[in-house]
């Protein structure tokens, strides 16, 4: 029984983990929209959310060695780890700035609903758990 909450439950906290961390790569790219050559990222969610998910786990990634603190960092902080994805712009600027304001604020207000509805799903959750705990 307990396994079976505690799968549930890691669905919700990995897709909710996963939503605030894409929130934060969006903003990044609106922050940066007049920033020259910066490339928008985004994930593929759905992909994402099965590899959190899945319980294979990944092959190690292999490293540069840097001798020095200026050296590029070989590998990408946070939660996306190699997944991350550049766009490509509908229509490139002559700065090479490939953000789009108009689908960046599409995705970020998606996002944000998705992000309301998962916590409002993982609150209706809890409450039949409080229920159903509270019947017996």
Do not use: C, W
Request: no cysteine.
């Amino acid at each position: 029984m307990i396994n079976k909450l505690d799968k549930e439950l890691n669905y919700h906290h990995t897709a909710l983990s996963l939503r605030v961390a894409r929130q934060e790569l969006l903003s990044s790219n609106v922050a940066n929209a007049d920033t020259p050559n910066f490339k928008a990222k985004d994930i593929d969610f759905a992909s994402m959310l099965h590899e959190k998910l899945s319980s294979t786990p990944s092959l190690k990634k292999v490293s540069l060695n840097t001798t020095s603190l200026m050296h590029i960092n070989s590998s990408v902080p946070g939660l996306f780890g190699d997944n991350i994805l550049y766009r490509v712009p509908l229509q490139p600027s002559a700065d090479g700035n490939t953000v789009d304001m108009d689908m960046e604020r599409t995705r970020f207000a998606d996002n944000a609903i998705k992000y309301d509805a998962s916590i409002t799903f993982l609150s209706n959750e809890l409450k039949n758990i409080s229920s159903a705990l509270q019947e017996r």
